[in-house]
C-alpha cells in the first residue's frame, strides 16, 4: 500500500464542541476553494458539512440542483429548471433544517436565489459561480460565501483513501464510487415503474448513496419527500420516511442504501402507496420481496449495488 502522508495543519475555529481544539490538513487532489465573505472562518463542523454536500452536488454536476445539510447530514436535496426552482423545492422538503444549513448549489448562484438564502438565514452557501448581483447582495449579509473552483464532475472520481483512526487501529479503504448502469439497473416485478418513477428512482439513489446507512429516500417530481438516515435497521429507517413524507409518498419513489431483508419495509410501502421501490436485491429473501411486492403492484429496481456507509 503507498505511504499516506498528512502535514501542514491549519488550526480551526473549533471542534466538534468548543473545548475541542480541531485542525485541518490538505489533501491531494482535493478541492480548490474560496471562502469569498470578510473575515469569515469555518469550523471543523462547517468543513464537515460541505463534505456531506459537495459529494451529492457533484452526482448532478450536469443540471440545477440543490442540497441542504445540516449537522453533517443530507437533509434535502432536489432538481430545478433553473437555480430559484430548484431551491424551491428542496426548502420545501425540509423547511426546518435550512435554517443555519449549509446549501450547495451545482450552477451558479444567481440574484433570486442569493435573496431567498438570505431570508432563510442560511449559515453557508457553497456553488461553482455566483452573479455579480448575488455575490454584492449575499457579500452584505452574515452568510458565508464559499466558492468552488474544481469542477464538480471531478469530484467523482475522488481517490483519496477513507480514514478513520480507531483505538484498534488506522482503518484505510477506497472511497465508494458506485455508478448505475444498464447491466445493473434491472426491473424485476410484473409491475413496470412508469419514466417518471424510474427517473425520480435515479436521482433518490444518487441521493441515498451519501447517506449513513440505514438509510431510506423518498423521492418524486425530482425533490427528496423524506431523508431518514442513520437506524438500526431497514424497517424502522422506512417507516418514519413514510411518516415524514405523509400524503407525498403517493405514488412516489423509495430508494434503500443495501438489500430489503423482510416484508415489512415492503409493508411500510404499501402503506405509503409507493409506486417504486429501488434495492440492491441480492439478499437470501429477495425473490420472496419481489414476489410479494407483484402482489401489492408495486415495481421493484434491482441494482446488484450495495452503499453501506459508518
Known sequence: MEKIEI??????????????????????NG?????????????????LNLTSAIKVSAEFFDVNSVVIVKEAKICAAALGANAEDALFKVVDCDPISVYESTVSFSKEVTIDAAKQISALKV????APGFSKEAFSYLLDTDVIIVKINTPLHEMLAFEAKDIKVTPFGILVQEQ??????????????STKPTQEQAEDGIFAWKVAKHLTSRSAVIAK????????????????ATEEAMDYACEASKEAVLVID???????????AIQGRIGLIIESGDGKNSS??????????????????RNNKY
Not at 449559515?123 to 457553497?126: E, S
Open 258 to 268: 443495501g438489500v430489503i431483508d423482510n416484508k415489512e419495509t415492503v409493508n411500510a
Open 31 to 47: 478541492i480548490d476553494y474560496e471562502i469569498l465573505s470578510r473575515e469569515k472562518e469555518l469550523s471543523y463542523l462547517d468543513f
Open 176 to 189: 465508494n464510487n458506485s455508478k448505475l448502469s444498464k447491466e445493473s439497473f434491472n426491473v424485476v416485478t
Open 221 to 236: 417530481n425530482l425533490s427528496t419527500k423524506a431523508i431518514v438516515q442513520g437506524k438500526t435497521n431497514g424497517v424502522i
Open 7 to 28: 502535514s501542514e495543519f491549519t488550526p480551526l475555529l473549533a471542534g466538534e464542541n468548543a473545548h475541542q481544539q480541531a485542525y485541518i490538513s490538505k489533501v491531494e
Open 123 to 126: 449559515k453557508m452557501v457553497m
Open 288 to 305: 420472496n420481496i419481489v414476489k410479494f411486492a407483484d402482489k401489492y403492484e408495486i415495481a421493484i429496481i434491482h441494482t446488484k449495488i
